[in-house]
């Protein structure tokens, strides 16, 4: 097998853990998720464990890529080079929250949730990916340069 079949059964597997996680942690529940962010009333903080569970696992992941000269199914790491905290970032990481605490889903979780077939996670998830379009058409062609260049690539990386 190759390189690239490789990578691809790493993705897929990948993907089939992360939405069965999601699924046994109840994050597919936007009703749950809201519940968890509503810390002034009804507040439920099972998620606290998701939440802990996931940054061990992360922070592990870090830990072991810091030794690694390379990835396993790919020639280098791409790493974010700007390290900037801006008002784009700002603006974009309330724009996320806002959306996550009114909606109860985020991009990872409604993705999964599209198994379920459910009526407002399909508008969601469309008006998700209409916003992600218009953003990169807009927004991102100003500022970037060219689609693919490693600034586009630097962005879409977890912070090393």
């Given at each position: 097998?190759n390189s690239?079949?490789?990578?691809?059964?790493a993705?897929?597997v990948?993907?089939?853990?992360?939405?069965?996680?999601?699924?046994?942690?109840?994050?597919?529940?936007?009703?749950?998720v809201?519940?968890?962010?509503?810390?002034t009333?009804?507040?439920?903080?099972?998620l606290?464990?998701?939440?802990?569970g996931?940054?061990?696992?992360?922070a592990l992941?870090?830990?072991?890529?810091?030794?690694?000269?390379?990835?396993?199914?790919?020639?280098?790491f791409?790493?974010?080079?700007?390290?900037?905290i801006?008002?784009?970032?700002?603006?974009?990481s309330a724009?996320?929250g806002v959306g996550?605490?009114?909606?109860g889903?985020?991009?990872?979780?409604?993705?999964?949730s599209?198994?379920?077939?459910?009526?407002?996670?399909?508008l969601?998830?469309a008006a998700m990916?209409?916003g992600?379009?218009a953003?990169?058409?807009l927004?991102e062609?100003?500022?970037?340069?060219?689609v693919?260049?490693?600034?586009?690539?630097?962005?879409?990386?977890?912070?090393?």
């Amino acid at each position: 097998m190759n390189s690239a079949v490789f990578r691809l059964a790493a993705t897929l597997v990948s993907g089939v853990v992360f939405g069965f996680g999601l699924s046994l942690s109840g994050m597919l529940d936007p009703a749950r998720v809201r519940a968890f962010l509503d810390i002034t009333g009804n507040w439920n903080p099972s998620l606290a464990f998701v939440l802990a569970g996931a940054v061990s696992v992360s922070a592990l992941g870090v830990v072991v890529s810091r030794r690694l000269m390379r990835p396993l199914f790919d020639a280098s790491f791409h790493l974010p080079s700007n390290r900037a905290i801006d008002g784009r970032l700002i603006a974009g990481s309330a724009t996320f929250g806002v959306g996550w605490g009114l909606v109860g889903l985020c991009p990872g979780p409604a993705l999964a949730s599209l198994s379920l077939g459910l009526p407002a996670t399909i508008l969601f998830v469309a008006a998700m990916i209409v916003g992600m379009l218009a953003h990169d058409r807009l927004v991102e062609r100003k500022s970037a340069g060219p689609v693919g260049d490693a600034g586009t690539e630097a962005r879409m990386s977890l912070p090393h």
